[in-house]
């Protein structure tokens, strides 16, 4: 049961926007790529403190296929971390029984990183303590668009009787259960093109809080405003 509402439900899946690295540096004069390695900190945190409230499933929107139109250099300095993250981080994780997936979009991406997510995705593929998603190189309409092509080839064409969960099983995230609780940080009210499919019925908590200076206590209001809302599903107030 969660540390922060004894009472009130916990989400088994959170999913979040880790906004504001970049202001995080500028209001300290830092260049943005000083932001982007805090943010990692931050990432680390966030994963032990969902263990330790009760999250099942974490999913951290890391890179997305719209960052491609950022500067070169911020490019690679992103790709730089998430290969650090996993040098510095992988032997830890999968000790602990952590099950990490990469989401996302693989075209583009270089065949040495492509190698480092099979790695990652096959040395961790038997834990079940937790799952740790990281959307990388992910736009959720770019999923849906590969999920239909897929479908499309799977089904040799033949659409007609295609089901709501069968479709969820082409996406990258058909092992996990919806998102209960989206997350956006830095004050922005938006989806950015964030599991658009799978966030059909998740609750939005929005933080002014900047991404590197998100922490468990960060977290866990998230989840105590997350165990307030009433979660309808279009049906009727309950009780
Ligand atoms: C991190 O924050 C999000 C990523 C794309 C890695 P930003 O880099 O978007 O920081 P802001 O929004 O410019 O402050
Ligand atoms: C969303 O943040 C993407 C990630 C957190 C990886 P952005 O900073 O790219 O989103 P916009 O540009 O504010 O919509
Ligand atoms: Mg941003």
């Known amino acids: 049961m969660s540390e922060t509402d004894p009472s009130g439900p916990t989400p088994q899946h959170v999913a979040i926007i880790m906004d504001g690295n970049g202001r995080w540096a500028a209001s300290r004069d830092r260049p943005r790529a000083f932001g982007h390695r805090k943010g990692v900190e931050a990432v680390r945190e966030a994963v032990r403190a969902a263990g330790e409230l009760g999250v099942r499933h974490l999913t951290l929107f ?135 499919w799978q966030a059909a019925y998740a609750e939005f908590v929005f933080m002014d809080i900047l991404w590197p200076d998100f922490d468990k206590a960060a977290f866990q209001r998230a989840i105590a405003e997350f165990a307030s809302r009433d979660r309808r599903y279009g049906g009727v107030r309950h009780g």
């Open 62 to 196: 890391s890179f997305s296929t719209e960052n491609w139109s950022r500067p070169a250099a911020e490019v690679e300095a992103l790709f730089e971390l998430l290969r650090r993250f996993v040098a510095a981080d992988l032997d830890r994780l999968h000790a602990e029984g952590v099950r990490v997936r990469i989401l996302g979009r693989r075209e583009g991406l270089s065949e040495e990183l492509l190698k480092l997510i099979e790695t990652v995705e096959t040395r961790t593929e038997a834990n079940d303590a937790f799952s740790l998603n990281i959307a990388f190189n992910y736009g959720g309409r770019d999923e849906i668009v590969r999920a239909a092509r897929r479908a499309a080839v799977a089904l040799d064409g033949d659409l007609s009787a295609l089901t709501e969960a069968d479709f969820g099983q082409y996406l990258d995230t058909a092992a996990l259960p919806d998102p209960d609780l989206v997350i956006r940080t830095s004050g922005e009210y938006r989806i950015s093109n964030f599991l658009l």
